[in-house]
Nanobody
Framework: QVQLVESGGGLVQPGGSLRLSCAAS????????MGWYRQAPGKQREFVAT???????SYASSLKGRFTISRDSAKNTVYLHMNTLKPEDTAVYYC???????????WGQGTQVTVSS
């Protein structure tokens, strides 16, 4: 089992920045891919960014340049640095972990990000 706990969401003005954190615990040492997805009201969940066990990064093309994913392996924590935020970035942001060993996704509970003046 893997547990993911997100934090760092909140209300921010357009043009502002936020850093989301996702602390992972459980069976993550066999390798996998950690990432972020988001879901805006009335829309499907969409891919934001991932980082795999080898450090390979992947981004949604529309977000690359404003969002950066990083990790602290010692803390089993993944971060999403979000800059120049726009109202359309408003969504619930979910941390994910794809387990290579189990062939399944784990999800956090989500953290709300609201971009508004």
């Amino acid at each position: 089992q893997v547990q993911l706990v997100e934090s760092g969401g909140g209300l921010v003005q357009p043009g502002g920045s936020l850093r989301l954190s996702c602390a992972a615990s459980g069976s993550i040492f066999s390798g996998g891919v950690m990432g972020w997805y988001r879901q805006a009201p009335g829309k499907q969940r969409e891919f934001v960014a991932t980082i795999d066990s080898g450090g390979f990064l992947s981004y949604a093309s529309s977000l690359k340049g404003r969002f950066t994913i990083s990790r602290d392996s010692a803390k089993n924590t993944v971060y999403l640095h979000m800059n120049t935020l726009k109202p359309e970035d408003t969504a619930v942001y979910y941390c994910s972990f794809w387990s290579n060993a189990e062939g399944t996704y784990y999800w956090g509970q989500g953290t709300q990000v609201t971009v508004s003046s």
